[in-house]
Every structure is written in structure tokens, then in C-alpha cells.
């Protein structure tokens, strides 16, 4: 009997080692999970009109008075055309502001829809965020590009509301508007300054405390919370990755919840990068809360599908 246990320990790490060298989690999972580098824009035209896309253009051929260069399109947050469709006013992510000419007659831009061909005398403004994705997968998740009114709420996976002092609801925001050229989400019955609220900065310049581009959240008058929400479309482990601003000038509570437990807290701004397994249906909560006055604060968040 002895003997037979022996034989069948001996066969099963042959077995073990044979399987070892066929199969290595390692190197499949680093296959599975090739990442690149793109970049997404998103193109408001001259009639209002709004198309999101890859961006295959490495850098922008730029031209000043002073200088012709180009920019590392991943330097640059946003782009506002003139009315000759040449002419643009270029912020970048270290907030250099930069005016001159771009060298280019149309944009091109990889959609849902298939590769589109944009004139440059028919764009108004491009919004530019760097993201990363899994080779053979969907793009992650880009809270500030996938932000919309147009959409209904939820938009997809993401939903824009509020919660209480005590966290134990969340509800949806039924109140949208543009205000001036940017997109809101708010409570209703309105307030006089529309808060709680959510909304990106569309405009042509920053406005309390939030940059062109950016996203951002604003408490109720009685400290509620303003919550966006990512809900999973499926089972797996995400990275969650992204930034709150210090905004304007009052110092909010920032934080994050998968359901009622705390992932991560914060006091006016702070960074965060952490993996999560979550199932399809259950959601992540972003949240601005604690305070009112001049509460404006900007959320950078990506979401990606690790597995």
C-alpha cells in the first residue's frame, strides 16, 4: 500500500510540473491584460453637436508668432477653435495656456460608429483625456467624458444624485439644464443656486474654482452629499483611478463607498488608485459632502476592467 501511495504522489508532480510548464497564469494573465495608451476626445461642433472618439493623432502641429512646434496631444486638456477654423486656444494639463494655429484641415477620430473625418471650420472645442486600455476589451470608463444631460440619468453606467446627512439612500438628480455652455445635473425642487448639483465646465473659462473640462460636484446647502455612481455592467476586479481638486475656496469631505463601506476618505482633495472586485448591478459611489459654502469640487476618475 505503501508502495501504491509512493507511485501516485510521484505521478501527480509529474503531472504537476508537466502542467507547469504548459500552462503559465502568468504570462496569460500579462497577455489578457496588454495595456496601451490612447487618447479620447470629446468634439463639441459649430451646431452644438457632440461626438466622443480615439484620437490617432500623436501631437498637434502647432504655429505662434514666436515659434512652429508640436504638442503631445497628451499634454493638452482642451482645444477652443475660432471662427476660422484654425486659430485655437490650447490649455494644457500644467495649466499653460497656448494661442496660435494648428496646421490641420480635419481631425480624425475612431467612434462607435466608425472613423469620422471632422473639418476643422466646423469644430468649436475638443476635450482631450489621456486613458488606457486592455487590448481586445471595451475602453474604460471616463466620468468626464461620459457626463451628459442628453442621456437621461442613469446615463449608462453612471448615475448623478445626491444622499442624505446618514448616507441610507441614494437619490437621482430629475433636474438638468445648460448652464451658460455647461451641462448640470440638480435636485429638484431647485434652490436658488441649484444645489446639490453636478456638472462639467463647458465654458470658454474657469468658473468657482473649476477648470475648463473638468467635472464637479457641489453639497447641498445642508452639507447632503452629492454623489456620482458608477454601477458594474459585469463581474470582474476594476482599478479605480482618479483625483479630487481642491476646487473653490471651502474645504468639502471627500470620499468613496461600495455600498455602505468606506473604501476611501479625504478632506478638500486627495488621489486615489485601488483595485476592487465587483459584481454586475452593485455600485461605487463618488461623494463631496460635509459642508456648503463654495463646495465646488472636481473629480478625475477612470475605471478599467482588469479582469
Same mark, same amino acid.
Not at 482642451?78 to 494639463?93: A, C, H, M, P, R
Not at 448652464?179 to 446639490?196: A, G
Not at 467635472?215 to 479630487?244: C, I, K, M
Not at 488608485?273 to 465587483?278: A, D, G, P
Given at each position: 500500500m505503501r508502495d501504491k501511495n509512493v507511485i501516485l504522489i510521484n505521478l501527480a508532480i509529474i503531472f504537476l510540473v508537466f502542467m507547469s510548464s504548459v500552462i503559465k497564469p502568468d504570462k496569460i494573465f500579462a497577455e489578457e491584460q496588454e495595456v496601451k495608451n490612447i487618447t479620447r476626445a470629446a468634439v463639441t461642433l459649430t451646431d452644438n453637436s457632440y461626438i466622443i472618439g480615439i484620437l490617432s493623432l500623436p501631437s498637434l502641429p502647432f504655429q505662434t508668432s514666436y515659434a512652429k512646434f508640436d504638442i503631445p496631444? %497628451?499634454?493638452?486638456? *482642451?482645444?477652443? #477653435?475660432?471662427?476660422? /477654423?484654425? !486659430? +485655437?486656444? +490650447?490649455? $494644457?494639463?500644467?495649466? =499653460?495656456? $497656448?494661442? &496660435?494655429?494648428?496646421?490641420? !484641415?480635419?481631425? %480624425?477620430?475612431e467612434t462607435i460608429f466608425g472613423k469620422v473625418s471632422i473639418n476643422t471650420e466646423n469644430i468649436n472645442k475638443i476635450m482631450l483625456v489621456n486613458n488606457r486600455i486592455i487590448v481586445g476589451s471595451r475602453l474604460q470608463y471616463n466620468a468626464t467624458l461620459d457626463f451628459s444631460i442628453r442621456n437621461g440619468n442613469p446615463n449608462g453606467v453612471w448615475s448623478y444624485g445626491w444622499m442624505p446627512k446618514d448616507f441610507n439612500m441614494f437619490n437621482l438628480y430629475t433636474g438638468s439644464q445648460m *448652464?451658460?455652455?455647461?451641462?448640470?445635473?440638480?435636485? %429638484?425642487?431647485?434652490?436658488?443656486?441649484?444645489?446639490?448639483m453636478i456638472w462639467r465646465i463647458d465654458d470658454d473659462s474657469s468658473r468657482c474654482g473649476v477648470?475648463? &473640462?473638468?467635472?464637479?460636484?457641489?453639497?447641498?446647502? !445642508? *452639507?447632503?452629499?452629492?454623489? $456620482?455612481?458608477?454601477?458594474?455592467?459585469? =463581474? /470582474? +476586479?476594476? *482599478?479605480?483611478?482618479?483625483? #479630487? #481638486?481642491?476646487?473653490? !475656496?471651502?474645504?468639502?469631505?471627500? @470620499?468613496?463607498?461600495? &455600498?455602505? =463601506?468606506?473604501?476611501?476618505? &479625504?478632506? =478638500?482633495? @486627495?488621489?486615489f488608485? #485601488? %483595485?476592487?472586485?465587483?459584481k454586475a448591478g452593485e455600485s461605487i459611489d463618488f461623494l463631496v459632502y460635509g459642508g456648503y459654502g463654495s463646495g465646488n469640487t472636481p473629480l478625475e476618475l477612470t475605471i478599467l476592467k482588469l479582469q
Open positions: 496631444v %497628451e499634454q493638452i486638456s *482642451n482645444i477652443k #477653435f475660432q471662427s476660422d /477654423g484654425k !486659430t +485655437v486656444f +490650447v490649455e $494644457l494639463y500644467n495649466k =499653460d495656456k $497656448l494661442t &496660435g494655429v494648428i496646421n490641420l !484641415t480635419s481631425l %480624425e477620430l *448652464n451658460i455652455s455647461s451641462p448640470q445635473w440638480y435636485r %429638484e425642487p431647485r434652490n436658488e443656486d441649484y444645489t446639490p477648470a475648463v &473640462g473638468q467635472l464637479s460636484l457641489h453639497p447641498s446647502s !445642508t *452639507n447632503e452629499a452629492s454623489v $456620482l455612481r458608477w454601477t458594474a455592467a459585469s =463581474d /470582474g +476586479v476594476y *482599478n479605480f483611478n482618479g483625483q #479630487f #481638486f481642491r476646487g473653490d !475656496t471651502g474645504i468639502m469631505k471627500i @470620499g468613496i463607498r461600495h &455600498g455602505s =463601506d468606506w473604501l476611501w476618505q &479625504g478632506s =478638500d482633495a @486627495g488621489i488608485n #485601488f %483595485e476592487r472586485s465587483v
